[in-house]
Nanobody, 116 residues
C-alpha cells in the first residue's frame, strides 16, 4: 500500500514563503514523474508543478512559474515544493501524486492559506 504524506502548510501573509514536503512510505516513486497538485474551495484540482524521476525536467503551471520550485530526493522518498511570493489565490489544499495521478495515492494534503 502506497502512502503519501504531505506536510509544511500553514498560514502566511501575501509575499511570504512556505516549503512543502511529501514523503512516500516506499521508494516506488523513484521511477515516476511526480507532481504537486492543489485544490481551492469550489475549484477543480489542478497540477501546479511536476518533476521527472532524475530531476532532469521540471514543469510549472503558468500561475506559479517563477515563484514555485519543485525538487525531489529519491533517497529520502521525498518530493518538495518551495513556494515564494505567495498570493491569496495560492490558497488551497496541496497534494502530491504521480503524474498522471493514481487514484489510490491521494493523501490528506496540506492546507496553505495566504492572507493578511
Amino acid at each position: 500500500q502506497v502512502q503519501l504524506v504531505e506536510s509544511g502548510g500553514g498560514l502566511v501573509q501575501p509575499g511570504g514563503s512556505l516549503g512543502l514536503s511529501c514523503r512516500a512510505n516506499r521508494s516506488f516513486f523513484s521511477i515516476y514523474t511526480m507532481g504537486w497538485y492543489r485544490q481551492a474551495p469550489g475549484k477543480q484540482r489542478e497540477l501546479v508543478a511536476s518533476i521527472t524521476p532524475r530531476s532532469s525536467t521540471t514543469d510549472y503551471a503558468d500561475s506559479v512559474k517563477g515563484r514555485f520550485t519543485i525538487s525531489r530526493d529519491n533517497a529520502k522518498n521525498t518530493v518538495y515544493l518551495q513556494m515564494n511570493s505567495l498570493k491569496p489565490e495560492d490558497t488551497a489544499v496541496y497534494y502530491c501524486n504521480r503524474k498522471p495521478p493514481h487514484i489510490d495515492y491521494w493523501g490528506q494534503g496540506t492546507q496553505v492559506t495566504v492572507s493578511s
